[in-house]
């Protein structure tokens, strides 16, 4: 991926900056983003974006735990060391990360990355069932990627974000374990914001966002906790839709669908997925929402064919002012 940001001439990389520089977020959490240990490939992503007018002078990444070795073989295939055995799938250490990229100061020290969180320490965790051995239930972490509390120094006070992208709850059996690990990821939330963990949620102003990868209505999955996030008493849900997601064909798995065209965010194929809403910015009550948006742009639109080549995922966005 450095070699692809640094030559300039990959047509996703180039999409994805052109999406950034027409939408100008002042604080954006890319999903999807290799990690290096030294930042050189977000540092360059970076340089791309100053060079196209949206400059970035502060940004957080921590490894995240996808492609991590876990040293069993936690998928059962009889073999360790491959993509599945990771503590989150991955072909090597980093690959598909979380990153964040901001115009406010974090406060780095401040910051917290549950990561390494147990996924048998969840209160009313799904593991039983998941098809783990007791060695592997003793070692294999909650988060696929990443789960981080950051706060960022806003207006002279601390604004935290919630971040998170979450496993697919498909490509496995009859066990479900990609589901269940699903559901418990977005629950970590519901347990954290309610208390029921060690560490201390905030108590000042929030936004929870992150790749769910789970729709509410449609689609395979668990999505009891997904609908407990959106109905939480310390969140609102501001609803972001488009005129892309609204205008999509609705053929396919798309016209099996409950759930509304409009507030969909990933343009999946639709004769075997259809289009759902699996990425989320959710502000806390106490944040006034003063827009927001998914940037899926009508098909003739000008930028329509940028925003499908910079990736499946539209850039969902929220305007919001501070109490």
């Known amino acids: 991926m450095l070699r692809d940001i640094d030559e300039g001439k990959d047509a996703q990389i180039a999409a994805a900056i052109a999406v950034i520089a027409e939408t100008d977020p002042d604080i954006l959490l890319l999903t999807g983003f290799d990690w290096d240990f030294d930042g050189a490939a ?30 069993l073989d936690l998928d059962g295939d009889g073999k360790t060391g491959g993509a599945g055995d990771a503590q989150g799938f991955g072909r090597f250490s980093g690959e598909g990360g979380l990153a964040l990229l901001s ?14 969180f147990l996924w048998r320490d969840l209160p009313g965790n799904l593991i039983d069932g998941a098809g783990l051995s007791p060695e592997a239930m003793a070692v294999q972490r ?21 971040a998170w ?30 208390g029921d963990l060690p560490m201390t949620p905030p108590e000042g102003p929030f936004v929870l ?23 939480h008493p310390r969140l609102q849900d501001p609803r972001p839709a488009s005129l892309g997601a609204a205008m999509a064909p609705q ?6 669908h409950g759930g509304e065209a409009a507030l969909d965010t990933a343009d999946w194929d639709d004769a075997r997925v259809g289009n759902m809403r699996v ?3 959710l502000p806390s009550r106490d944040l006034a929402v003063r827009g927001a948006g998914t940037f899926w742009p009508a098909p003739e639109a000008p930028m329509a064919r940028t925003a499908a080549t910079a990736s499946r995922h539209a850039l969902v966005w929220v305007d919001i002012s501070l109490p």
């Open 251 to 256: 053929t396919g798995r798309n016209a099996q």
């Open 142 to 162: 909650l988060s696929s990627t990443a789960h981080w509390d950051l706060p960022l120094r806003v207006g002279g006070q601390s604004l935290h974000l919630l």
């Open 42 to 71: 977000l540092r360059a992503f970076a340089d791309r974006l100053a060079g196209a007018g949206v400059a970035y002078p502060h940004r957080f990444a921590a490894r995240p735990n996808s492609g991590m070795a876990s040293g």
């Open 209 to 231: 966002l992150g790749d769910a990868n789970l729709d509410p209505v449609d689609g395979e999955g668990r999505p009891e906790a997904l609908r407990a996030l959106l109905a």
């Open 279 to 281: 990425d989320y910015v």
């Open 165 to 194: 992208a979450a496993t697919p709850p498909v490509f496995d059996g009859p066990e479900d374990r990609n589901g269940r690990r699903n559901h418990d990821e977005a629950a970590f939330w519901l347990r954290y914001l309610d």
């Open 103 to 116: 115009r406010y100061p974090i406060e780095v020290e401040a910051a917290q990355d549950f990561s390494g």
